[in-house]
């Protein structure tokens, strides 16, 4: 019997079906609208096998998937990405996305607290609050998840310049909970490589910052398994203007480049290359971003066992969060960026994404409102249940046009790997990284591609509904969430007051002893942690290390 056979000797088909009956799966009704039985997977007929490039889900290279399973053992998880004005109003927005069904938090922060100021830095003047949440110290964060079990909450924060700080400031919020922060489970984001091509949030020069992500990996390894230190990220990239196969390909390089880190640092690929993940944009390019995403778990797979050894699939999986498209939203007929919105989220769960972020009608004017909100939380909710999406794994696999696109952008992305690593001296991803920033060769392609892309607008070549055409409308202009400026003097007078009612001395201890760190090779976390708990603030850790370290400024490109 098949069973009774080796898995070398299995077909494709006999191992993703013992895969599939030994996993777990949810009690659900899978079958269509009208009642029909469905498959859990299709394929070639029975006496044929697929090509080894697209294979079956929970198969290496895993293009149809990390799980024989699909959805059906676990759909993607809702995590809608929130945070604004102050620590309680956000917690309020949490407690309303959670209690109407969404499984996890994802923290937006406002622009001082992503470049690592306080909320009373006169560069923070009319910033604090405005496009995410105010964090400067530990009392901040605990206050942010008051209520909100963390060892039993997924949450992610989209941070990177100041990561290592803000991620001790959420353990020590664990620890006031009274959580063994070695149980915590979330992402932090972490990648600074794509500051330097794209959103341009750093704190110093490439090297610092990679020392401190190093340590960051070594530390959750050792003391917090579950979590994923890095989240490597195309959404910005592709946000300034990429094209998709540019994202692809800029991300998975400096996921790499974070292998090549964490390899440098002595650590196992198998053992660390898990808690990598990644974040991708699902633009309005149906089919491409379905592609992409497809295209993205096989060459991720390819390279961690060909190029760097991993030799488990765990170390083998990318597992990516993915959001609708910021740029894609317009400001003329927002209304009609509920439909874009559900388009690019269903491309994001055909291409199998793990976790999902919607984005409000209302977004591309301010932060959204919570009736918005709630709009983008159903948009999921109403493909996940509603739609049958989750009866069948990789749904468009074996699609002519699917695999084709799949192929064409691996091709593409491949010869971008080739370009970057062409640059580095010893034929490293990072060393490659490192000179593209350098050199502006990054920022000079995306800048390529979104002009032309521009020029194909103006031409008439590509169009947006009700921007370039459809224009005459019925509808008024839409009531949006306004941060009062009340906000910012309030956070101003509480840290104010933290800094009075605080142990200065032991704040000073800290700080100091952080900083005759940075100055030999130990690890950065636990003496930065200990600045957290004594409440030293986001802006005193960050300019303790900019006085060791220096600042950037990236050089000027024509």
Known sequence: MAEDRSEESQTGRQRWRRGYEQAAKREADFTTLS????????????????????G??????????????????????????????????TNERYKMLLGAGGAGLSVAFDMPTLMGRDSDDPRSLGEVGHCGVAIDSAADMAELFDGIPLDETTT??????????????????????????????????????KEYTAQKE????????????????????????????????????????????????????????????????????????????????????????????RAARRIWARWLRDVYGAKTPRAQWMRFHTQTAGVSLTAQQPQNNVVRTAIEALAAVLGGTNSLHTNALDEVLALPSEAAAETALRTQQVIMEETGVTSVADPLGGSWYVEALTDRIEAEAE????????????????????????????????ADAAFEYQQKLEKGEKHVVGVTGHTATVGGELEILRI?????????????????????????????????AARTDANLVPPMLEAARAEATLGEICGALRAEWGSYSEPAAF
């Open 35 to 54: 009642g029909l039985d469905v498959d859990p997977v299709y394929g070639p007929p029975d006496d044929q096998e697929p090509p080894d490039r697209i």
């Open 56 to 89: 079956w889900p929970g198969e290496f290279p895993f293009t149809r998937g990390l799980y024989p399973t699909g959805y059906r053992g676990k759909p993607w998880t809702i995590r809608q990405f929130s945070g604004f004005g102050n620590v309680r109003q």
């Open 156 to 193: 992610s924060m989209t941070i990177s310049g100041p990561a290592v700080p803000v991620f001790c400031m959420y353990l020590v919020a664990a620890e006031r909970q009274g959580k063994d922060i070695g149980k915590l489970d979330g992402t932090l984001q972490t990648d600074i490589f």
């Open 202 to 293: 750093w704190l110093f020069a490439p090297e610092p910052h990679l020392r401190l992500i190093g340590d960051l990996m070594e530390f959750c390894s050792q003391n917090i398994p579950r979590y994923k230190p890095v989240s490597v990220s195309g959404y910005h990239i592709r946000e300034a203007g990429s094209t998709a196969a540019q994202e692809l390909a800029f991300t998975l390089a400096d996921g790499f480049g974070y292998v090549e880190l964490g390899i440098s640092r002595g650590l196992d690929v198998d053992q660390f290359a898990p808690g990598l993940s990644f974040f991708f944009d699902a633009h309005i390019d149906f089919f491409e971003e379905i592609a992409k995403f």
């Open 415 to 446: 010869q971008v790997f080739a370009k970057i690593r062409g640059m580095s001296p010893d034929g490293s991803m990072t060393g490659g990284i490192l000179r593209g920033i350098e050199n502006g060769w990054f920022t000079g392609e995306i």
């Open 484 to 516: 009062s400026p009340d906000v910012e003097r309030a956070q101003v007078r509480e840290l104010a007051a933290r800094r009075a009612s605080r142990d200065q001395a032991a704040v000073d201890r800290a700080l100091a002893a952080m900083a005759a």
